[in-house]
């Protein structure tokens, strides 16, 4: 037998209806914030990732599918999405409108790091990019956005934690600052944070290792050393989300695991999760687009781990998104009512009415029976005497009520009986 690939799954029904479901609400309520939707390749030359996301970051360091194409060229699998949308806001020249661009994708990223329950090689974001205004009610505006998104999904009591990571003005003392709290400490390292100790400390709060928690309770505060104008941001930026309503908490050891970030950094968990509890991350991003090669173009943004979000929306959604597909289970009771069963399916679902056509022709009991195992909430059955009568029995499958309903009459009987569940 073949399997799939380590990591990677497959999303089966029912589930997928709640992915759709879940899609079609995110592109409903980022349209009503002006954001379009963008899609770019899965596969991108190796170094937008390195020159992004960075080498220090584990995406890059470790997590990467890379490998060289048959011409010779290095490429990868995209681990996010956001240098993508970089990428292609430079190369299709969208700065030059001078207006800002505000983009929306869906779809699978891929890392290659350790699998478990939350965590996959494959996986699914959704995220969303204002590309352009540096202003803090941009950062509120998109926060604002994510939270509407997550309440229009049943979230209650979920809240933004929020830093600011300043920027090239004063980012470099606070590493200093932090390189200087940590090396005494490099003893209690790991392999992998003491690396991150060399390359880039700011790294080392993200660190995996449960031992160091108390040290990177105690390391200083990017909070503290941040310059005027950065300090402004971030106390500007509160102003708004407390006046919108969003709560929020201030994490002042959130620095996320991406090099592109300046300023605004956030990132929300949820409750059931286990150890893979962030549903997303984002923040600021004023340098990428210039440090891509592209123009001084300010930028912001998040990613929603969509598998995750799907596996912690309220039990209230998903049953509403399951039963949102609730097709009417057609059963030509015999061969010999195949054409009239294929001829009423097609009036009903010019009706609009979903029909799930049974054209087997294994009589009643096997009809009902198939019926229920693909979830119908109503068997329309159509056999002999039904086709010399112009009726069908039209049978609930919860309570097995049971009636005669004319022909004609049956779109309308089907459409009532819809509202009224
Ligand atoms: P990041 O791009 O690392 O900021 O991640 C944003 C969100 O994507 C996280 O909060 C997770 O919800 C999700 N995510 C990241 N990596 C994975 C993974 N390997 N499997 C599933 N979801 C992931």
Not at 28 to 34: I, K, N, Q, S
Not at 92 to 107: D, E, I, P, T, W
Not at 377 to 394: D, F, H, P
């Amino acid at each position: 037998m073949i399997t799939s690939v380590k990591g990677t799954r497959d999303l089966l029904p029912p589930e997928t209806r709640v992915f759709t479901r879940v899609e079609a609400i995110a592109k409903d309520v980022f349209a009503l914030y002006g954001y379009d939707e963008i899609r770019t390749p899965h596969l991108e030359q190796t170094e937008l990732f390195v020159r992004s996301v960075g080498e220090s970051s584990d995406i890059v360091h470790k997590e990467m599918y890379s490998f060289t194409t048959r011409g010779g060229q290095n490429v990868t699998l995209r681990p996010e999405n956001t240098a993508g949308v970089a990428r292609a806001y430079i190369e299709h020249g969208m700065a030059q409108s001078g207006f800002a661009r505000k983009l929306y994708y869906v779809g699978a990223q891929f890392r290659y790091e350790r699998p478990q329950e939350g965590r996959y090689r494959e996986f699914r974001q959704i995220g969303a990019e204002a590309l352009g205004p540096a202003d803090p009610a941009t950062d509120a505006d998109l926060l604002v956005m994510l939270f509407d998104f997550l309440s229009r999904l049943g979230f209650a009591g979920l809240a933004v934690a929020l830093n600011s990571v300043g920027t090239e003005a004063c980012r470099p003392a606070y590493v200093e600052a932090l390189r200087a709290y940590l090396a005494p400490h490099a003893g209690k390292l790991g392999e992998d944070d003491r690396r991150r100790l060399t390359q880039n400390p700011l790294r080392v709060l993200d660190t995996k290792d449960p031992a160091l928690a108390e040290l990177i309770a105690g390391a200083p505060r990017m909070l503290d050393l941040l310059d005027e104008e950065s300090r402004a941001h971030h106390e500007e930026l509160l102003g708004y989300l407390e006046a919108a309503g969003i709560p929020y908490r201030i994490e002042p050891r959130l620095v996320r695991g991406l090099d592109y970030y300046t300023r605004t950094v956030f990132e929300v968990t949820a409750g059931g999760l286990g150890a893979q509890d962030a549903i997303l991350g984002g923040g600021r991003y004023d340098r990428l687009v210039s440090d891509l090669g592209g123009p001084k173009v300010a930028g912001i943004g998040f990613a929603i781990g969509e598998d995750r979000l799907v596996k912690a929306v309220p039990d209230e959604f998903r049953r509403a998104a399951i039963e949102s597909v609730n097709a009417v289970a057609l059963v030509a009771l015999e061969k010999a009512d195949r054409a009239d069963a294929l001829a009423l399916a097609a009036e009903l679902r010019r009706a609009g009415i979903a029909v799930d056509l049974d054209a087997t022709g294994r009589g009643p009991g096997h009809g009902l029976k198939a019926a229920e195992k693909r979830g119908a909430r109503v068997a329309v059955l159509l056999g002999g005497r039904e086709r010399e009568t112009g009726s069908v029995v039209v049978k609930e499958l919860a309570t097995r009520r049971q009636t005669i309903v004319p022909r004609t009459e049956l779109a309308a009987a089907l459409s009532e009986g819809r509202k009224g569940s």
